[in-house]
């Protein structure tokens, strides 16, 4: 199942990777040019929409890979816990053994070696090993083991803990990309008229859409009782039961998503579990044409499958579209480069 998260935190790409997608997104101009057309505006918010909605896909790998390297660090600790005790334990174990020997007459040299911070230097003395029991030897050898295993686990840990800082810091970096991106785009906005607004926000990006602002509706839909109680009709019925509610990057529901969040929560209601990001749901089944699309099938966009929506029947997908805007329905071919995947 996928796990739900808040809004605001990301797996880790790699450093140059992440270098490279921060100086990418860093190169669009922050200000529309105030002599430009509505059309161009409407064009320089969608360019810096889709820039953020990319950070956000990377933002959403960096917190994947942050969870699991939290869980990783956190088994690690765990482990070194219970070894620690074990060794507690055979320490304690052969302690007692040498208390014996001590008040029978005093402690064998050998068992002396045993106890000290090196069972390594005790061993590598082999003429002493006659001076011990069968047992007291076999004790050892499984303390010097168990020290050993400690300390690979040492060191596993103080690297899965440098991984977790180091993504840590990625998450970060891509949530300033996102953050900058939308402040540009809210800037680029706030210079339209409340007219030129009002249009942006009925064709922008999506064209001209069938039913008026607020897109198709559920009763234009064909139905899915075709579909039984599939899984399929089970995930589209909880996409549109988020219709209306905010678009929210790095959120996955109940109250708010993104685009990927959108379907991890519509299909976690259908018990499906999905990848966290928009290009790896593009390959969590098999591709069919678009011909083809069945309501239930995953819709994503652009060529790096960089938006992602569910197909809801009669040519219409529900999708969270960008920030600003509410969970809706939208023509299937709204976007470039549809790929239809069917789970």
Not at 46 to 64: C, H, I, Q, S, V
Not at 95 to 123: C, E, F, K, N
Not at 317 to 337: E, K, L, T
């Amino acid at each position: 199942m996928a796990s739900h998260r808040r809004p605001v935190r990301v797996t880790v790409l790699t450093a140059a990777a992440a270098a490279t997608a921060a100086a990418s997104l860093g190169a669009v101009p922050a200000s529309a040019d105030p002599g430009a057309t509505p059309a161009a505006t409407r064009a320089a918010v969608d360019r810096l929409f889709e820039e953020a909605e990319k950070a956000t896909e990377g933002y959403n790998r960096a917190d994947e890979k942050a969870d699991a390297l939290r869980r990783t660090v956190s088994q690690a600790q765990d482990a070194l816990a219970r070894g620690q005790e074990r060794v507690n334990r055979m320490r304690g174990a052969l302690g007692s053994v040498a208390g014996a020997q001590y008040r029978s007459g005093g402690i064998d040299p050998a068992l002396a070696l045993l106890l000290s911070s090196d069972p390594d230097t005790y061993l590598d003395r082999a003429s002493a090993l006659d001076r011990v029991t069968a047992r007291q030897s076999a004790a050892l050898g499984e303390l010097r083991r168990e020290l050993r295993r400690l300390g690979q686990q040492r060191s596993e840990a103080r690297t899965a803990l440098a991984e977790l800082e180091q993504s840590r810091a990625e998450v970060a970096r891509h949530k300033r990309a996102v953050e900058r991106k939308l402040a540009e785009a809210r800037r680029v906005l706030a210079s339209l008229t409340v007219e030129q607004r009002a249009d942006y926000d009925r064709v922008s990006r999506t064209g001209e859409r069938a039913g008026g602002p607020d897109g198709a509706t559920a009763e234009a839909l064909p139905p899915l009782g075709d579909l039984g109680p599939s899984r399929a009709a089970a995930a589209v019925l909880a996409a549109r039961s988020a219709i209306g509610r905010p678009y929210v990057w790095g959120a996955t529901g109940p109250s708010a998503f993104d685009c990927s969040g959108l379907m991890v929560w519509s299909y976690r209601k259908a018990g499906i579990s999905l990848p966290r990001t928009s290009s790896a749901q593009r390959y969590a089944g098999r591709q069919v044409p678009l011909s083809q699309a069945q309501p239930g099938d995953l819709v994503t966009y652009r060529g790096d499958a960089s938006h992602v929506a569910i197909y809801a029947g009669n040519g219409q997908v529900i999708h969270a579209p960008y920030p600003g805007a509410r969970v809706r329905y939208d023509p299937v071919n709204m976007m470039s480069h549809v790929t239809v995947t069917r789970v």
